[in-house]
């Protein structure tokens, strides 16, 4: 992947811009994009590939630590059948096309879901292409795959449980930090920029842990016609926002003599 002259052009775009290190997307809308143009809905998905290239490219180039794309939810399994194949077939092939270059440009690449459920032969590359990649630390592409927050969460549970009946975990000790250490990718922090294209505002599954205090930008635009430049007007509305965590903000005028004036039950979170 050279940097092509667009993503040349949007890291001067947002020069000086407060960027987040950690964008995750939800990639809706290949199949509307197919529709409107007469075409079988997986042709939306070949060109969603292509939305997915401009946005690595971008994220590397602007040094954003970590992105996670949304690819295959736990509940897409419930499509059919011949809909399903091919989005297999496409991250097999988007796959084996792609890893060389994102070799070459220094990208780690990590897998979270469910991927006992996927296909033995595609496991084992997921496997490879993040062994291969391990050592990587520009950008960490993180694909969501068979994923599911729920499901993740269970299993999280299901491993303090487990480590619990074993005796090696107190159950007092239980605390978000041991949930968080049991989550897919625990040394990741969480996203601090969440982006769905498509229409929907909902987060359908996706972190539901990790997006605890996401800042949340939504979009009309589908999939396949996200552009480099339509992520960077997303990145330019994230650096506008007043990041609270649960805190006053500067607007508010933190500090004690404005918290001693708001009558007692009256206080609220962000
Ligand atoms: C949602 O659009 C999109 C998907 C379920 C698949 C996303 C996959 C890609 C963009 C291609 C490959 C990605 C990688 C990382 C190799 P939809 O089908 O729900 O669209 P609709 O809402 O218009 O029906």
């Not at 990587?136 to 694909?143: F, G, I, K, M, W």
């Not at 396949?224 to 506008?240: G, M, S």
């Amino acid at each position: 992947m050279d940097v092509p002259e667009t993503a040349e052009r949007i890291a001067d775009r947002l020069s000086g811009v407060s960027l987040p290190e950690h964008v995750a997307i939800v990639m809706d809308g290949n199949g509307r994009w197919a529709q409107q143009r007469g075409q079988p809905r997986h042709a939306g998905h070949y060109a969603g590939v292509q939305a997915v290239r401009g946005v690595i490219e971008v994220c590397a180039r602007l040094q954003v630590r970590a992105l996670t794309l949304f690819a295959f939810s736990s509940e897409n399994w419930r499509r059919p059948k011949a809909e399903v194949r091919v989005l297999m077939e496409l991250f097999r092939t988007t796959l084996d096309r792609e890893l060389a270059e994102l070799k070459r440009n220094n990208i780690r690449l990590r897998f979270i879901g469910e991927r006992g459920r996927l296909e033995k032969g595609l496991q084992q590359r997921l496997t490879l292409a993040e062994e291969e990649t391990a050592a990587n630390d520009a950008l960490t592409l993180v694909v969501a795959t068979s994923y599911g927050g729920r499901w993740e969460l269970s299993e999280a549970t299901r491993r303090l449980a487990s480590a619990a009946v074993r005796g090696e975990l107190d159950p007092a000790q239980i605390d978000e930090a041991a949930l968080r250490s049991a989550l897919c990718a625990p040394d990741i922090p969480d996203p601090d920029l969440f982006i769905r294209t498509g229409g929907e505002q909902r987060l359908s599954n996706f972190l539901l842990w990790q997006l605890a205090y996401t800042e949340l930008y939504f979009t009309e635009t589908l999939w396949p016609d996200f552009t480099p430049d339509e992520l960077a007007v997303a990145l330019e509305d994230f650096a506008e926002r007043e990041r609270r965590f649960g805190e006053l903000g500067s607007k508010q005028g933190a500090g004690e003599q404005q918290l001693a004036a708001v009558p007692l039950g009256q206080a609220r979170d962000a």
